[in-house]
C-alpha cells in the first residue's frame, strides 16, 4: 500500500483553510484546546478528570458534560451567525461582503447542523440526563454504560464537524444537505461526507439515549408513582423518547443511502440510472418533523416545571396536559409533508397535511392557556425563569400563528424557503426549545451543582434574548413578505433590504450581548459560590421529588427511595411537615454501576470510523468496527462484577454533610 | 435477617429488575430496528420498477435457491427456540447443541446470500446499476449484516456456556440473542414476500 | 431462588412456553412459506389477487411467529411488549403507506416523454 493509500484522499493541501475567518476559527479552537490541556495540567487533575468525568457512568455527571459541549458549540453557531448576518448586511449591490460566497455557504449549513443536534439535542440530553432519575426517584437511568456511550457518540460527532473546519472542508448544501447538490457530481469534495458522519454517529447517540430514558421512566419510578402521578417535565420526556426512538432510524437510513450514492455510486437519489431524489426529501422529513417536536416537548415540560413552581399553584389541568403531549406525539408523524408543500403533490396530499398541520397546533394551544391558567391567581415571583418563560408565550404564539399561516399550501406556495419561514422556525425554536432550555437550566442546576446562579444577571441575558430576539427576526417576517429567499450572501440594492438587514444584525448583537452575560454570570456564580450555597436543597419551594434530596445531589440520588402518594409528592410532604421523609431514617448499602473507560474508547473509535470514511482510508475502517466489538465484548464479560458499594456508613455521612431541607 | 442476607437479597431483587429491563429495553431496541427496516422497504417499493434498463427482479432471481435460503433460516429460528428452552431449563449440552445448530444453519443462509450477491455483482447487476438494485442490495444486504452481527455474537455465547456455563448474565444474553434471531427470522419473510415472491409474480 | 422463576422475570412468555409452541410455530410456517412459492412459481392468480393472497399469507405467518417464538400477547399486565409492538405497527404503517401515496402522487405529476416531447416541438417551456 503506498503512502497515498494509508491517507486515503486526505493530503497537506486540506489542513490548510485559505480563508481568514476558517484560520481564525482554527487557530482559536487550537490554543483553547492547549489552555485547557495547560490548566489541567497545572493544576495536576488529569486522574481527577479520568475517574471523575470521563469514565463516569453518573448521568448527573453526563449531563453536566453534554451540557458544557452544548455552550460550547451555542457559541461557534453563534459566531456563524454573527458572519452570516454580517455577510447580508454588507453583501449588497456592488460590495464584497465578509466572506466568499462557499464560505458562507458552509456557515449557513454549519449554522443549522450545529444548532439542531449539538446545541439543541445536547442542552435537551444534558437536562434530561440531570433531572429525570431525580423526579422519578430513582437512583440511575435504565442502562448506564449505554447512557456514558451515548454521550461519547454525540461528542464523537462534534468532533468530526469542528474538524471539517481545519482539515479539509464542510458542506455547503444546507442542513439537509438535499440531493442533487449534497451528490458527488455537485459536491464532491469532503463537506457532505463530513456532514454525513458527524449526524450519523450522533444520531446513534440518541437513538440509545431515546431508549434508555424510554425505559427508565418506564420502569424505574418509585413506589407509588403512577403514570399519572408523574411530573410533566418526565411526561414531556417520556413522549420526546418516544419520537427519538421511532424516528431516528429513518435518519440513520436516510444518510446511509445518500452516503452509498456517493461512496459507491447507488442510485438512490441521483438524476440518472432510476433514482428518485423526492424519496430523500420525503424520507428526511419525515424524520425532521418529529425531530423538531423531541426538541419542543421538553421545552414544553420545563415550562410546565417552572411555571407551577414559581406561582406557588398546582399545574392547571394535569390530564389535558398530558393529552395534550401525547396527541402532539402522535400527529408529529402525519405532517412532515408541510416541509415540501411546493415539490409538486397533488392538491389531495397536500390538503391532507395542510390539515393536519393546523390540527397539530390545537393541543399546543391548550398547553399555552394552562400555562396561563396556572399562572392566574397565583402568587408570583418574577425569577429569571420566569422571564424566559413570558418571553417564550410571547413569542412562541407569534410565531405558531405563521406557522398556521405556513400550513396553508396555496401561502406557503409564497412563503416557502422565503426569509418568513426563516424567521418563523427561529421563533419557535429559540422560544421554544432555547429559553426552555435556559430556564431549566437555571432552575435545576442549583441542584446539582449546591449553589444558585445570579438572578439579576440571568433577568438581563433575558431581556437581551427577548428584545435580541424581535429585533433579529422581526425584520426576517417582513423581508420575506418581500421576497427575500433564505440563503442569499448578496442582493442587488434597488430591493431596499438592506436596513431590514441592518437591524436584523443589530438584533443578532444584543443577543450576542445576552450570551456573554450569561457565560459572564457563571464566573461569577462559581467564584461567589460560597455565598450562593443552596442551603435547604429547596431553593425555589419547589412541588416534586427532586427537592427532597441535598444540595449537591449526592452520587445516589436517594439515600432512601421515597413512596409516593399523589401528585407534587414533595409539596405534599412540606404540607403535612414531613418534607424530610419518615422520621426514622434506616441507612442501607446502596449498589452503583462501577466507572469505565469503554464508553470513551467507543466515542473515539466512532470518530475514526466516521475520519475514515469520510477521507476513504478504507483500510481504517473495519479495523474501528472490530475494535468496537472488541470493546463490548470485553465490557460484557466484565458486567458480571462492575458495581460498587456505598456503604450504609458512607451515605450516613454525605446526608448529614450535606444541606438538607429538615437540617437547615 | 443478618445483613450479609439482606444484602443478598437486595441483589437479587435488584439483578431480577435489571433482566427485566434488558429485555424491555432490548424488545423497544427492536421496535426501533423494525422502523429502520421499514424505511428500506418503502425506499425498496419506490425504486423497484426504476430499473433503468438493467435487469429486472424476475429475471434475477433464482427462486429454489431463494426457497432454500428462507428454509435454512427458519429452522435455525426454529432450533433457537429450542435452544432457549434448554436454556430456561439449565440443560446446558443442549443449549450448546441447538445454538451450534443454529449457527451453522444461519451461517448457510448468509454464504447461500453472499453467494448470490456475488453472482449477481460479476454479472453485470450489481449494486450501482440502477435504482432498484441499489434499493434490493442495500435492504437485503442490510439484513445480511444484521444476520452477521447475530452471528458473531453467537460464537461469543456459545463460547461462554461452554466457559462459565448457564450464569445468570449469559441466560439473559442468551434470551436477547434468541429474540433478536427470532426477529430476523420476522423481518425475512417481509424480504422473501415483497423482494422475491412479488418481484417473481410481476412479469 | 430456583431458575424458573429467574426467567420468569426475565421472559415472562419464555417460562410458560413448551416445545409445543416451537413445534407448531415452525410447521405452520413452512407450511406458510411453502404455499406462498408455489402460488407464485405456478401463477395460480392473476397478478393482483395474487400478490394481494401473499401479503394475506405473510402477515399470517408474522402473527404466527410472533406468538410461537417471540411469545407476543402472553406477557402478564401490563402489556408493554405488546403496547409497544402495536405502536411501532402503526408508525410503520404511517411511513410506509404514506410515503408510497406521497411519491406515487409526485411520480404521477412528472412530465412524461410525450409532454415534454410536445413542449419542445412548440418552442420549449
Known amino acids: 500500500m503506498t503512502v497515498a493509500g494509508i491517507f486515503g484522499r486526505l493530503t497537506w493541501s486540506n489542513l490548510f483553510p485559505s480563508v481568514l475567518v476558517t484560520q481564525t476559527a482554527v487557530v482559536s479552537m487550537g490554543l483553547g484546546l492547549v489552555a485547557v490541556v495547560a490548566l489541567v495540567t497545572y493544576l495536576r487533575r488529569w486522574r481527577w478528570l479520568w475517574n ?114 481545519g482539515v479539509g472542508e464542510f458542506s455547503t448544501a444546507g442542513w439537509l444537505a438535499y440531493p442533487p447538490l449534497s451528490e458527488l457530481q455537485y459536491s464532491p469534495g469532503v463537506g457532505v461526507d463530513y456532514w454525513i458522519w458527524s449526524l450519523q454517529i450522533a444520531g446513534i447517540g440518541s437513538l440509545l439515549s431515546g431508549i434508555n430514558f424510554f425505559v427508565t421512566i418506564l420502569r424505574m419510578r418509585c413506589r407509588g408513582m403512577t403514570l399519572m402521578r408523574m411530573p410533566l417535565f418526565s411526561w414531556s420526556v417520556l413522549c420526546s423518547m418516544f419520537l427519538v426512538m421511532f424516528a431516528f432510524p429513518v435518519l440513520t437510513v436516510t444518510l446511509t443511502l445518500l452516503f452509498l450514492d456517493r461512496a459507491v455510486g447507488a442510485h438512490f437519489f441521483t438524476a440518472a440510472a432510476g433514482g428518485d431524489m423526492m424519496m430523500y426529501v420525503n424520507l428526511i422529513w419525515a424524520w425532521g418533523h418529529p425531530e423538531v417536536y423531541i426538541l419542543v416537548l ?124 426563516v424567521a418563523h422556525f427561529h421563533t419557535m425554536i429559540v422560544s421554544g426549545v432555547v429559553f426552555g432550555d435556559f430556564a431549566g437550566l437555571i432552575y435545576w442546576l442549583p441542584k446539582i451543582i449546591g449553589f444558585k446562579m445570579d438572578d439579576r444577571l440571568l433577568k438581563y441575558s433575558a431581556w437581551c434574548w427577548i428584545v435580541g430576539f424581535v429585533l433579529a427576526f422581526g425584520p426576517l417576517y417582513l423581508l420575506g413578505f418581500m421576497g427575500a429567499t433564505r440563503r442569499t450572501s448578496h442582493y442587488a440594492s434597488d430591493t431596499g433590504w438592506q436596513p431590514l438587514f441592518a437591524v436584523a444584525g443589530l438584533g443578532v448583537v444584543i443577543i450576542a450581548v445576552g450570551v456573554a452575560i450569561m457565560l459572564l454570570q457563571l464566573l461569577l456564580s462559581v467564584q461567589r459560590r460560597k455565598q450562593n450555597r443552596d442551603t435547604t436543597g429547596d431553593p425555589w419551594n419547589g412541588r416534586t421529588l427532586e427537592w427532597s434530596i441535598p444540595s449537591p445531589a449526592p452520587v445516589y440520588n436517594f439515600a432512601v427511595l421515597p413512596v409516593v402518594e399523589g401528585r407534587d409528592a414533595f409539596w405534599a410532604a412540606k404540607q403535612r411537615g414531613d418534607a424530610s421523609g419518615a422520621a426514622a431514617v434506616r441507612y442501607v448499602d446502596i449498589l452503583l454501576p462501577a466507572n469505565t473507560p469503554a464508553g470513551l474508547a467507543i466515542g473515539m473509535l466512532a470518530f475514526v470510523v466516521g475520519f475514515a470514511l469520510i477521507w476513504q482510508m478504507y483500510w481504517a475502517t473495519p479495523l474501528a468496527i472490530l475494535a468496537i466489538i472488541v470493546v463490548l465484548a470485553i465490557r460484557t464479560t466484565a458486567t458480571d462484577d462492575s458495581e460498587r458499594v456505598i456503604t450504609a456508613a458512607e451515605v450516613e455521612g454525605i446526608e448529614r454533610s450535606r444541606a438538607r431541607a429538615d437540617l437547615a | 435477617m443478618s445483613v450479609q442476607a439482606a444484602r443478598a437479597v437486595q441483589h437479587l431483587d435488584h439483578e431480577v429488575e435489571a433482566d427485566d429491563r434488558a429485555v424491555f429495553g432490548f424488545w423497544v431496541y427492536l421496535m426501533t430496528d423494525c422502523v429502520l427496516f421499514a424505511s428500506l422497504f418503502a425506499t425498496y417499493a419506490v425504486l423497484h420498477k426504476n430499473t433503468a434498463g438493467c435487469p429486472s427482479g424476475h429475471q434475477l432471481f433464482d427462486m429454489p435457491y431463494v426457497l432454500a435460503e428462507t428454509m435454512a433460516l427458519l429452522t435455525s429460528s426454529f432450533t433457537c427456540g429450542l435452544g432457549m428452552l434448554a436454556a430456561r431449563d439449565g440443560r446446558r449440552n443442549a443449549v450448546v447443541a441447538w445454538f451450534t445448530a443454529t449457527f451453522a444453519l444461519g451461517l448457510t443462509f448468509l454464504t447461500l446470500e453472499l453467494a448470490e450477491f456475488h453472482h449477481l455483482a460479476t454479472t453485470g447487476a450489481g449494486w450501482s446499476r440502477s435504482g432498484f438494485l441499489s434499493a434490493y442490495f442495500t435492504l437485503v444486504g442490510t439484513h445480511g449484516v444484521h444476520i452477521t452481527i447475530g452471528l458473531i455474537w453467537m460464537v461469543v455465547m456459545i463460547s461462554r456456556v461452554l466457559g462459565p456455563g448457564l450464569t445468570r448474565g449469559n441466560v439473559r444474553r442468551l434470551t436477547l440473542l434468541s429474540i433478536f434471531w427470532h426477529f430476523l427470522d420476522l423481518v425475512w419473510i417481509f424480504i422473501f414476500t415483497i423482494v422475491y415472491l412479488m418481484g417473481s409474480a410481476r412479469v | 431462588m430456583s431458575q424458573h422463576a429467574g426467567t420468569e422475570r426475565l421472559d415472562s412468555g419464555l417460562a410458560h412456553a413448551g416445545v409445543r409452541s416451537y413445534v407448531s410455530g415452525f410447521a405452520i410456517s413452512i407450511l406458510f412459506t411453502i404455499a406462498a412459492y408455489l402460488m407464485v412459481t405456478d401463477r395460480v392468480l392473476p397478478t393482483g389477487p395474487l400478490i394481494a393472497v401473499i401479503l394475506v399469507v405473510a402477515l399470517a405467518q408474522f402473527g404466527t411467529q410472533l406468538y410461537c417464538f417471540l411469545h407476543l400477547g402472553t406477557e402478564s399486565r401490563p402489556r408493554w411488549k405488546l403496547l409497544m409492538f402495536i405502536a411501532m405497527a402503526i408508525i410503520v404503517l404511517i411511513l410506509v403507506l404514506g410515503s408510497l401515496w406521497i411519491m406515487r402522487n409526485l411520480d404521477s405529476r412528472m412530465t412524461t416523454p410525450q409532454q415534454e416531447q410536445y413542449m419542445n416541438s412548440q418552442g420549449g417551456i
Open chain 1, 52 to 165: 471523575e468525568w470521563l469514565t463516569t457512568v453518573d448521568p448527573k455527571r453526563i449531563g453536566v458534560m453534554y451540557i458544557i459541549v452544548a455552550v460550547l458549540m451555542l457559541v461557534r453557531g453563534g459566531v456563524d451567525v454573527i458572519l452570516m448576518r454580517g455577510q447580508q448586511v454588507t453583501s449588497v449591490g456592488a460590495a464584497a461582503g465578509v466572506v466568499p460566497t462557499s464560505t458562507f455557504q458552509q456557515l449557513f449549513s454549519a449554522h443549522g447542523t450545529i444548532m439542531i443536534f449539538f446545541v439543541a439535542m445536547g442542552l435537551m440530553f444534558g437536562i434530561i440526563n440531570l433531572v429525570v432519575p431525580l423526579q422519578i426517584g430513582a437512583r440511575d437511568v435504565a442502562f448506564p454504560f449505554l447512557n456514558a456511550t451515548s454521550f461519547w457518540l454525540f461528542c464523537s460527532g462534534m468532533v468530526l464537524i469542528n474538524a471539517s473546519l
Open chain 1, 298 to 421: 421538553p421545552g414544553f415540560g420545563i415550562f410546565s416545571e417552572v411555571v407551577a413552581t414559581y406561582s406557588r399553584k398546582p399545574l392547571f389541568g394535569y390530564v389535558s396536559m398530558v393529552l395534550a403531549l401525547a396527541a402532539i406525539t402522535l400527529l408529529s408523524f402525519t405532517v412532515w409533508v408541510h416541509h415540501f408543500f411546493t415539490m409538486g403533490a397533488g392538491a389531495d396530499v397536500n390538503a391532507f397535511f395542510g390539515i393536519m398541520t393546523m390540527i397539530i397546533a390545537i393541543p399546543t394551544g391548550v398547553k399555552i392557556f394552562n400555562w396561563l391558567a396556572t399562572m392566574y391567581r397565583g402568587r408570583i415571583h418574577f425569577s429569571a425563569p420566569m422571564y424566559f418563560f413570558m418571553g417564550f408565550i410571547f413569542l412562541f404564539t407569534i410565531g405558531g400563528v405563521a406557522g398556521v399561516m405556513l400550513a396553508m399550501p396555496a401561502i406557503d406556495y409564497q412563503l416557502h424557503n422565503s426569509l418568513f419561514l
